[in-house]
């Protein structure tokens, strides 16, 4: 799981990839479609979807003259749970500090009273 993980998150790491797979998420595009509004060529945006495509993201298929470019979105629920995992983890830290900083915050409270009464 990590090995393609890491793959999803090296070929996320690349703005122009991450956005293909915003425009993806909305419809399926060829390659030229894809290549519209960059100004790289057809080829470089072929390199950039066989990333995606070894990362899992994409995959390609075949309607008539047509070779489509489809996101597969089952991809992010490795992400998400991956994600998911580490922040529950950095929930629970939060809430441990927001406990002792409450406890200290009481503890203040008090010292402050007490030398109040003591004035």
Known sequence: ???RLSRVFAAL???TRRDMVARLAVA???VNELAEP????VQAVS???KVLEDAGLVSRSREAQRRPVHLEAEVFDLMTKWIERY???AEQRY???DAVLAELATED???TRNEGEAS
């Open 1 to 3: 799981m990590e090995d």
């Open 13 to 15: 790491a690349d703005p």
């Open 28 to 30: 399926d595009a060829t």
């Open 38 to 41: 960059y100004s790289v060529t």
């Open 47 to 49: 390199k950039h979807l």
């Open 87 to 89: 922040r529950r983890e």
């Open 95 to 97: 809430r441990r500090l």
């Open 109 to 111: 409270d008090q010292q």
